[in-house]
């Protein structure tokens, strides 16, 4: 079983509450409908109902059964107004301010997850990351321990032999740019846990990737990700993580016993962690694309799960990032 099809399986068990804030969009419509009557979600359409009926109607999409909430006129919104403005008062927000930003679907639906009345979120069809992340740093913040939101990606890969039966999963390949060791350590230690929670792999293997493996060369890039290690050992001393190591060392048993024989993770990792987002992107998409790889981007280290889409997603992206969304919820 592929990993979408194990992570629709689990999000069926348990269905979760999971808000759209792009609700008059018509691929978001059109996977609401997918959503319910397959039973993997709870869809709720944040919006305009007018808008969000006539896209139905334009698209043939049965919305019968699914919520539409218009966050001008929710009941809810007096009391998310309030939560708001407790959140964020010490940052100069004002009664007024928060008023306003609580009719604004985005904000709406991050207030619905962290006030308890939805599971999680999915955006990004019109939206940008940033347009998404900034309210969820806000309202839901990270969880207890970590320091900062990371990415991870779950690679599926047609070689079976890597990683966990073909499924590896790279981090961090959207986020943060240049992460120092610290941060990259919460990085590691987040993708650990992803593998773990999102994908069921029982034993995550941490490789921390570099152009060097266990000093072979060096340079203050290599002192970096050496450091990030030292530290994720102490932030998780219960995960088997290792670093520094070459792409070929943490995934190829015959370079790793000549280059690392003594590492608990080289030749058997299935979690990469990239020194910083050029290598982590670069390297994605050459898995992909090169290497005939599907990807499924999540987003990690918030204390309530928050997903952003490619602009350019297809409806079955929408249903199966609901469908992460939700297993993530399960375990939160």
């Known amino acids: ?13 348990d269905v979760k509450t999971i808000v759209l804030p792009e609700g008059s969009e018509p691929r978001t419509v059109a996977a609401a409908q997918i ?29 019968t059964g699914i919520e539409i909430i218009d966050p001008a006129r929710s009941p809810r919104r007096e009391a998310y107004a309030k ?85 590896l999963v790279y981090s961090d390949c959207v986020v943060v740019p240049c992460p120092t060791a610290e941060e990259l350590a919460h990085i590691a230690v987040s993708a650990g846990h992803t593998a773990h929670d999102l994908c069921g792999i029982e034993e995550p293997r941490v490789a921390l990737l570099s152009f060097s493996t266990k000093g072979s060369a060096s340079h203050e890039l290599v002192s970096k990700v050496q450091e990030a290690a030292r530290i994720a050992h102490e932030l998780d001393p219960e995960l088997a993580l290792d670093g520094e190591l070459q792409f070929d060392a943490a995934l190829v048993p015959e370079v790793a016993k000549i280059k690392a024989k003594d590492s608990p993770v080289a030749g058997r990792a299935n979690v990469l962690v990239f020194p910083d987002l050029q290598s ?5 998409k050459i898995t992909q694309r090169i290497g005939g790889a599907e990807a499924f981007a999540v987003l990690q280290g918030l204390a309530k799960p928050c997903n952003d889409l490619s602009r350019g997603c297809s409806v079955d992206d929408i249903v199966n990032t609901v469908c992460i969304t939700a297993v993530q919820a399960q375990k939160a």
């Not at 079983?1 to 068990?13: D, F, L, P, T, W």
């Not at 959503?35 to 944040?46: G, K, M, S, T």
């Not at 619905?112 to 740093?137: E, K």
């Open 1 to 13: 079983m592929g990993i979408i099809e194990n992570v629709r399986k689990k999000a069926s068990a």
């Open 35 to 63: 959503l319910q009557r397959e039973r993997l979600a709870r869809p709720v359409l944040l919006g305009d109902p007018e808008e969000i009926l006539q896209t139905a109607r334009e698209t043939g999409t049965d919305l």
């Open 83 to 167: 939560t708001l403005l407790e959140l964020r008062r010490a940052k100069g927000m004002t009664e007024e301010e928060a008023d306003v930003l609580s009719a604004d679907p985005m904000y709406y639906g991050v207030l619905a997850v962290r006030c308890g009345d939805a599971d999680g979120l999915v955006s990004g069809a019109i939206h940008s990351t940033g347009d998404m992340l900034r309210p969820a740093l806000q309202v839901i913040r990270t969880k207890p321990g970590t320091r900062l939101v990371s990415s991870a990606f779950l690679v599926e890969c047609a070689d079976h032999t890597l990683g966990q039966n073909g499924l």
């Open 280 to 284: 982590g992107n670069i390297g994605y």
